[in-house]
Structures are given as C-alpha cells and as structure tokens.
T-cell receptor
Framework: GENVEQHPSTLSVQEGDSAVIKCTYS??????FPWYKQELGKGPQLIID?????GEKKDQRIAVTLNKTAKHFSLHITETQPEDSAVYFCAASFDSWGKLQFGAGTQVVVTP | NAGVTQTPKFQVLKTGQSMTLQCAQD?????MSWYRQDPGMGLRLIHYSVGAGITDQGEVPNGYNVSRSTTEDFPLRLLSAAPSQTSVYFCASSRGRADNEQFFGPGTRLTVL
C-alpha cells in the first residue's frame, strides 16, 4: 500500500519568513496530493491540493510543488504570519474515491 | 449547512465497555470515513463507505465496526474498548469521485482506562 513520509516534524520560523514542508510517497499510481491544516482542538481543513498532471499550484501565500519522477511534493508558505501556526498534514491518494494516506504531520510555530 | 458533526466531543470508557461514536453530514456526500489520530502518526483510516449499504476496511479496522444505513450517518462502534483505542477520532466526508476534498468533523477525544 501507499506510504507517505513527512519532514520535518516541527518547524519554527520567524514571522515574515518562508516555511517549507516536504513529503515523499511510495506508490507511483498516486494521483492526488492534498495538504491539510489542523488548528488546536479542531479537525483538519484542506488548504491546497494538486493532481499528478500539474507540477505546481499557488493560492495567495501558499504553494505546492510536485515531482512525480522523484515521488515527492512540498508545501511552501511565504510571508508567514502567527495565524499560520498549526499542524500541517500531507496526504496521497491513488483511489478514485480519494481514500487518503496521511503523513505524520508537521507542527509549525511562527514567532513574532 | 452544519457540515460534518460528531458526538460526543469527549468520552471516557473502562476497558471492555462498548460505545458508538456518531457522525452525520448534511452535504449529501457519497464518501464517508473514520480516522484515528495518535501523536506522531498522523491520521490513520479505520473504515470507509462509498455509499449507503457499502462499507470497507481501512488501515486499522480491528476492534471497530461500522454501518451505513443512510447517506447522512456513519456511526463507529467499539464493541469492547481497549486502552490501545485511546485516541482522537475524526469523521470525514466528500463527494467522492466528483470531488475528493474531504471535510472533517471536530473530533471525539476518547480515553479508555
């Protein structure tokens, strides 16, 4: 089955700096790669996703890149703000229903 | 729309007790799933359903049962709770093949003593 590894497990950045989280996946059939943000005490919420026919996608301060050959994808957050502090999860899916395999998560702390 | 709702928010059980975690969605989503979240392990899929009357096992199904009698509801049953089932449980739903975005409920924090 699919295996997703996520690094780093914790990330501390100064406000205004950029943050990068990296994930690798094992199953070359995976074709959908979402990123979720989880705030304390809440359920995860989708922030951006990418499909295997696209190499990069941006939405304001966040972007995701995908390298199918190397089987890795990354989340980039620019101009970080205190409200970006949260746990971020990457995931991969090869299933048409979107059944997901999640990474272990990255705790991001943005310090003023 | 209320989205995905879960009850209860918190629960403490003794080993061997049974209980049902409730999940409901009002978005007419075909796909529903249950995950458990443990520190350092991300979210792991327990069971999922692609429509009323259709369920299947995920990555960690042992000790849990599910059923899907309606599109809206997808309860998770613990038949005989064990300390290893102490976790935070999340229910999620999506339109499925039409749109893979999964919407998560607020979670149920379960402690088994």
């Amino acid at each position: 089955g699919e295996n997703v590894e996520q690094h780093p497990s914790t990330l501390s950045v100064q406000e205004g700096d950029s943050a990068v989280i990296k994930c690798t996946y094992s199953d070359s059939a995976s074709n959908y790669f979402p990123w979720y943000k989880q705030e304390l005490g809440k359920g995860p919420q989708l922030i951006i996703d990418i499909r295997s026919n696209v190499g990069e996608k941006k939405d304001q301060r966040i972007a995701v890149t995908l390298n199918k050959t190397a089987k890795h994808f990354s989340l980039h957050i620019t101009e970080t703000q205190p409200e970006d502090s949260a746990v971020y999860f990457c995931a991969a899916s090869f299933d048409s229903w979107g059944k997901l395999q999640f990474g272990a998560g990255t705790q991001v702390v943005v310090t003023p | 729309n209320a989205g995905v709702t879960q009850t209860p928010k918190f629960q403490v059980l003794k080993t061997g007790q049974s209980m049902t975690l409730q999940c409901a969605q009002d978005m007419n989503h075909e796909y529903m799933s249950w995950y458990r979240q443990d520190p350092g392990m991300g979210l792991r899929l327990i069971h999922y359903s692609v429509g009323a009357g259709i369920t299947d096992q995920g990555e960690v199904p042992n000790g849990y049962n599910v059923s899907r009698s309606t599109t809206e509801d997808f309860p998770l049953r613990l038949l005989s709770a064990a300390p290893s089932q102490t976790s935070v449980y999340f229910c999620a739903s999506s339109r499925g093949r039409a749109d893979n975005e999964q919407f998560f409920g607020p979670g149920t924090r379960l402690t088994v003593l």
